[in-house]
């Protein structure tokens, strides 16, 4: 052991039995990119004291780092849940291989395992993302068809990660804008090297509809004279883009 990993053991050492303060050094070390150090410490206090809710938001804070909200959201939608489903029942044939990239919940992996696949890979480059994924498959009892693989798509290596090409490749790294999260590079990379010839992609194809619009709301952002101070300087501050919800 070198003198800095010394340093650290004493240092968790001080703190171990203490929950509360172990999470709190768990943040510490989550903000210096010592994320899986951070993750096992939160494990341990959250195990020391189950039932603090001190401990339980400290810990939440360093799990959910680098989470995006969308995750909570995308998998109520409902339609876009059935679309895929129906998708995997026609693509998934009895026993094959399927490849999934971009793990999540593991919802589609999981879909096309109850669909009759033999293997499901699914990776995913988050840490975090990709063990809480494994935890919803194991209790849903699919660990024995469905592998999460802690990896980049890009960093899948043949014959380690995946025994050989898989037969369906099926992605939700596709975004409204269809360019998000590198989504079509990562497609193109799985295609060209991580899949059969011919391979069953879900979803196959998409479309991007672009439409002019009016933003009437446009200069709420705007700063003027404001109980006769001017406050123009601080609208260099001011955001450059604005997302409009549909129907406004």
């Known amino acids: 052991m070198n003198e800095d990993n010394a340093k650290l053991e004493?240092?968790?050492g001080h703190v171990r039995h203490r929950p509360a303060a172990l999470a709190r050094l768990a943040r510490t070390f989550m903000a210096q990119?010592?994320?899986?150090?951070?993750?096992d410490l939160c494990r341990q206090a959250v195990a020391l004291a189950p039932?603090?809710?001190e401990v339980h938001a400290l810990a939440a804070s360093v799990f959910n780092a680098g989470v995006p909200d969308w995750h909570?959201?995308?998998?109520?939608d409902a339609a876009r849940n059935h679309a895929y489903e129906a998708a995997l029942r026609r693509a998934v044939t009895p026993g094959c291989r399927v490849l999934e990239v971009g793990t999540g919940t593991g919802l589609l992996a999981m879909m096309a395992a109850r669909a009759g696949a033999g293997e499901?890979?699914?990776c995913e480059m988050n840490p975090a993302i990709a063990e809480a994924a494994r935890e919803v498959i194991a209790r849903n009892g699919y660990s024995d068809r469905v592998r999460v693989v802690a990896k980049h798509s890009?960093?899948?290596?043949?014959?380690?990660d995946l025994p050989a090409p898989a037969d369906v490749f099926v992605s939700e790294i596709i975004s409204n804008d269809m360019v998000s999260e590198h989504a079509l590079p990562a497609v193109e990379y799985?295609?060209?090297?991580l899949v059969k010839p011919g391979a069953a992609i879900v979803p196959a194809r998409g479309t991007v509809r672009v439409a002019l619009a009016q933003d009437t709301k446009?200069?709420?952002?705007v700063m003027g004279v404001v109980d006769g101070f001017d406050l123009s300087p601080f609208n260099v501050l001011a955001p450059q883009n604005s997302a409009i919800a549909a129907g406004q």
């Open 190 to 193: 799985t295609v060209r090297h």
């Open 33 to 39: 990119k010592q994320d899986a150090l951070a993750r």
């Open 72 to 76: 909570f959201s995308i998998v109520r």
């Open 218 to 221: 446009s200069r709420r952002t």
């Open 51 to 53: 039932d603090d809710e």
């Open 10 to 12: 004493k240092l968790i």
């Open 120 to 122: 499901v890979i699914t």
């Open 154 to 160: 890009s960093d899948l290596v043949m014959g380690i």
